[in-house]
């Protein structure tokens, strides 16, 4: 066993000392396997940013109220007596001034992506400011928060970002209506930081809505505990409502650019075979380079193990490199930068891409799987290369 690994090693320091004689076929194979880790990357960093982004807007403390089948809040309309009668629902909580409740409307606006310089959708929640209560991390940075009945705004500081005109004092039309932002607020990198809040009232008058919501939140007594407010729907002939976590709720808005995931994947495989391509090439323009070495060895007593473990040693390094610098590329590149996209409810949602640990080795694994799969038939050719090959080149 021991002079089985001693001849291994030998092989695959005389492999990896004539690389520089295969430079440029082995950098083309890095490249091609770089470029393939590089795109499934940065798809899994902006899925896992966009998941990051939804699941930390979420709490099993607050439940979502909607209209019956809708999927979103843009979909959904509840009257003003509805939302009157399901906030007096059983298993909602109570403080001084009654149930812990937020009616709540979400209106589409105008807005001007920087980057772009393009029209782009943009929320604006009507909310009471009661609603800040049953949202966690919520904190004014610039300015002060909007004063009832007034056409004021504030913007989350990814709107600001993202978003041209939304800037302290800056005065905007939305609706035909002219606005004045006298806040900015930050959301701990949740979904409401991609928000325009404004007073409910005010809403309402603006864009027609009389007294109706999208939306209603309520701080539940027991947190995951939905089953009481439930119950009190299906018992009133009134209502006909959904219901869900507002941690659920969030988790289910996320799946349509989750669904990009699979995307990145199915690009990520398509282009690893090509990659897989350049990786036999390679291997196979090197075992043939030295198939007379090969033969040499196997004539002085080295076994075709020792051949063949040695080219899958010197395929799996090419692809590891590969796979590493790939994955230094994507986290220059994307890690961390902010960007915004369409979610669930036709409106620009910011999230930054973020490059997990999972990812990272997730990229090591494909490299690696294209480096086995690349090397595993030119080392088995090594590993049958014919003794007398030595003595006929010598001849």
Known sequence: MNSLIRQIVAVVGMNLKSLPQRFWSSLTTILSIAVVVGVLLA?????????????????????????????????????????KIVSNAPGIARDENGPITSPELYVIVDGIKKSSHTKVNLPLRGLALSGLDLRGNI??????????????LVAGAS????????????????????????????????????EIWADYRAVQTQFNRGNSFQVVRVKLETPGDISAIVKFIEGDPRLSLDIKTE????????????????????????????????ALNTMYTSVAA?????????????????????????????????????????????????????????????????????????????????????????????????VVVAFTSSS
């Open 43 to 83: 798809f899994l960093a902006m899925s896992d940013g966009f998941d990051k982004t939804l699941e930390g807007s979420g709490s099993d403390d607050v439940a979502v109220i909607l209209n019956a089948g809708s999927q979103a809040e843009l979909n959904s309309g509840l009257s003003g007596e509805v939302v």
């Open 247 to 278: 941690k659920l709720y969030f988790s289910e808005q996320s799946s349509g650019i989750s669904a990009l995931m699979y995307v990145g994947w199915g690009l990520a495989i398509f282009m690893a075979f090509g990659a897989l391509a350049g």
């Open 139 to 152: 904190k004014i940075i610039e300015g002060r928060m909007f004063e009832p009945g007034k056409n004021e």
């Open 290 to 386: 030295r198939s007379v070495e090969i033969a040499t060895l196997r004539a002085i007593g080295f076994r075709g193990i020792a051949a063949f473990f040695g080219t899958m040693v010197e395929s799996i390094i090419l692809a590891f490199i590969g796979g590493i610098l790939g994955t230094v590329v994507v986290f220059i590149m994307f890690d961390g930068i902010t960007t915004s996209t369409m979610g669930a409810s036709f409106s620009q949602i910011v999230f930054s891409f973020d490059l997990s640990t999972a990812a990272f080795i997730t990229g090591i694994k494909m490299a690696l799987v294209i480096g086995l799969v690349g090397g595993f038939f030119p080392a088995w050719r090594a590993s049958r290369t014919p």
């Open 159 to 194: 709107i600001l970002a993202q978003f041209s005109g939304f800037e302290l004092g800056n005065e905007v039309s939305l609706g035909g209506v002219k606005w004045i932002v006298v806040g900015v607020f930050d959301a701990a990198g949740s979904v409401f930081a991609s």
